[in-house]
């Protein structure tokens, strides 16, 4: 096991922890739950491969959606965006560029901006819809997918800019 | 198998989302009654449409039994309608006032013409069913003949298109009374004749039948006027007559026997010199 691979296992590990025990158990202003643990699948080294990074996905929201006793809604979420994130980082990125080794190495801070905007609205959007399921709750899908995504952006900026980039 | 095995490993990455997609739904309806329910409306919706799709195929099977019910059912409203408009015989208090002595079977018509002058029209029942001769036959918007002969399954009809079949009508707004007479025209274009021109009628006046003779109880309705012209040489109308139905493409029909009849054409031919 290299240093990598124990990091990866070990923030795998944390984030879930705080996410379970911290984040959702927030209720900000009565019902925005701040997911953190999108970090986790944003700094997953982008030139890694897909296969197992879509197991991993799907490991992590099992995990948090079994210690949290919510439904699957965490699991559909992360599993699909992490099938979805090549899609995201092509259209972030762009396709001439060469494309990044990860998300913390890159130095294009618009692009980096775009990309983590784009994969935690989806994230969200996906949570949030499997969570109402009903066409009825078309604009509280909205309203909840807009505000906790904008406490989980700022979550998620503040926290990776607490940690220095890895080489 | 190597191509497959080759497909397989190329799209592996689709495929283990599905894959892992499945098992999460799985999971989540597991876990939640709400979501559990939703999901099951959502397969109710396209099984709905399913069965929908296969009904309809089934019903378009069922159509000739069907119909079948359906022309039964119409026999016996058919013979409550004619007897609703039986005229009164006298005063309701003393019992039932209304004399209908008709009594109405269902029939298919199995062969019908109208390029000669004189139509005949044969019918699916006989002497089998309890078809007689000289008994009227009626559609569901008028009338469609009088039978002439049978055999044991099958009848031969006089068509109402058929130039010397004259049939006793009168008007639904008037008492004057006439008949009505095939020319030869077209198969919805007869003529009325033998109306007094005393009579007030208008154009669009409703035909009925008369009642007056024994084939046809009173109150079918037949026809309209499209025409009226004074003849004021001989002191009947001209008249022109559109039936509400095309007799030459009818299918279903009704026999309509008078209990009565011998008595009637018994006393006919009593009152002859």
Redesign the interface.
Known sequence: MNSITLKTFASFVILVLFQVFIFNQMNLFGYINPMLYVLFLVNYRFDRN??LF??IG?LL??FI?LMSQ????H??AS??VS?LRPIIIRNAFGITAELPKSFQSDPRIINKAVFLLFFILLHHLIYFV?VY??WDAFSLILKSTSLTAFFSLLLVVIISSLFKPTK | MQRIINALVQFRNPILYFFLLGFSLLFLSSRSSFHQNKIGELGFYFSSGLYKFSNSINQYFDLKEKNRILHQENTQLKALALKKNAPFLYDPYLGNPKRFPFKIRNVNVIKNSLLNQRNYIIIDKGTEDGVQTEVGVITSNGVLGIVKSVSKKYASVISILHQDLKINVRFKHSNAFGSLVWKGKGPTEFSVEDIVSSAQLQLGDTIVTGGMSSYFPYGIPLGTITHIENDSNSGYYIMTAELFENPSQVYAAYVIENKFKGEIDFLNKEAKP
């Open positions: 897909q296969t879509i197991f799907f929201g099992f959606d919510t439904g699957g809604a699991t559909i599993l699909s099938f499997v399921f009903s």
